[in-house]
C-alpha cells in the first residue's frame, strides 16, 4: 500500500490531482505508524527471546537528527505544526547502535507530533557532561505528573482523554530499554496537562 501510495506522491503514476496527492500522503503516515507497531511487537518478542543485540559504532549525530526531521516533515506539516531542529553541537560524533537510536529517536518525534494539535516540535542536540544529548519538546498535551513515573514501563500509556492514539504501549518501554542497552538513557519532564513535555535521550 505504501509503495503505490508513493508511485502517486511522486509521479511516477501520472499526474493526480492536489486531493489525491493528500490522501497518498495520509496513507504513507498511517503506513509508517502501523509498521512501527509491527515493529515494536517484534522487538519486545527479540527481548523476551534474549535475541536483541547491539552494533556499536561512531557516526555523526547531527546527519541522523537532519534526516529524522526531513523524514517527518510531512507529518508533521499535515497537522499544521511546525517541526523545528535546533544544531548547538554540529556534527557532534557518538558511540551507539546507530539503528536503535534513529528508531528511539524517531518514535519520540512521532509521540510528540501525534499528541500536538497546534504549536510545534522542537528536536534539538547539544552536548552535556561529555554526552549527546537529543531532546524533543512539544507544545501538546503535556503529561500529568502522577504519570511520568509509570511512561517507561511495559503496556503503559499516558491518559490523553479522548485523543484515542494508535499504540502499543510499547514504544517507551522498548526506548529505556535499548538506551540503557547502549549505555544511555531518557527521561520525560513536563509542567502538566496542556503544558507540553520533553523527552531527554
Known amino acids: 500500500?505504501?509503495?503505490?501510495?508513493?508511485?502517486?506522491?511522486?509521479?511516477?503514476?501520472?499526474?493526480?490531482?492536489?486531493?489525491?496527492?493528500?490522501?497518498?500522503?495520509?496513507?504513507?503516515?498511517?503506513?509508517?505508524?502501523?509498521?512501527?507497531?509491527?515493529?515494536?511487537?517484534?522487538?519486545?518478542?527479540?527481548?523476551?527471546?534474549?535475541?536483541?543485540?547491539?552494533?556499536?559504532?561512531?557516526?555523526?549525530?547531527?546527519?541522523?537528527?537532519?534526516?529524522?526531521?526531513?523524514?517527518?516533515?510531512?507529518?508533521?506539516?499535515?497537522?499544521?505544526?511546525?517541526?523545528?531542529?535546533?544544531?548547538?553541537?554540529?556534527?557532534?560524533?557518538?558511540?551507539?547502535?546507530?539503528?536503535?537510536?534513529?528508531?528511539?529517536?524517531?518514535?519520540?518525534?512521532?509521540?510528540?507530533i501525534k499528541y500536538t494539535k497546534e504549536g510545534r516540535v522542537t528536536v534539538r542536540l547539544e552536548k552535556r557532561n561529555g554526552k549527546a544529548c537529543i531532546s524533543v519538546s512539544d507544545t501538546g498535551q503535556g503529561i500529568d505528573s502522577k504519570d511520568i513515573p509509570d511512561l517507561f514501563k511495559k503496556f503503559s500509556r499516558a491518559d490523553y482523554g479522548s485523543m484515542n492514539m494508535l499504540g502499543s504501549g510499547l514504544g517507551l518501554y522498548l526506548a529505556k530499554t535499548f538506551l540503557e542497552g547502549m549505555g544511555g538513557s531518557i527521561r520525560a519532564e513536563s509542567r502538566g496537562t496542556g503544558k507540553g513535555s520533553r523527552f531527554i535521550i
Open 1 to 112: 500500500m505504501r509503495g503505490y501510495a508513493s508511485l502517486m506522491l511522486d509521479g511516477t503514476a501520472g499526474e493526480v490531482s492536489p486531493q489525491v496527492k493528500d490522501m497518498a500522503q495520509k496513507i504513507l503516515i498511517s503506513g509508517d505508524r502501523v509498521l512501527s507497531l509491527i515493529s515494536q511487537f517484534l522487538d519486545r518478542s527479540k527481548l523476551e527471546l534474549g535475541q536483541i543485540s547491539y552494533t556499536i559504532t561512531e557516526f555523526d549525530a547531527e546527519n541522523m537528527v537532519n534526516g529524522l526531521v526531513d523524514e517527518f516533515a510531512w507529518h508533521a506539516q499535515h497537522q499544521n505544526l511546525e517541526l523545528q531542529k535546533e544544531i548547538d553541537f554540529p556534527h557532534l560524533q557518538v558511540r551507539a547502535d546507530e539503528q536503535k537510536l534513529r528508531e528511539v529517536t524517531g518514535n519520540i518525534i512521532d509521540n510528540a
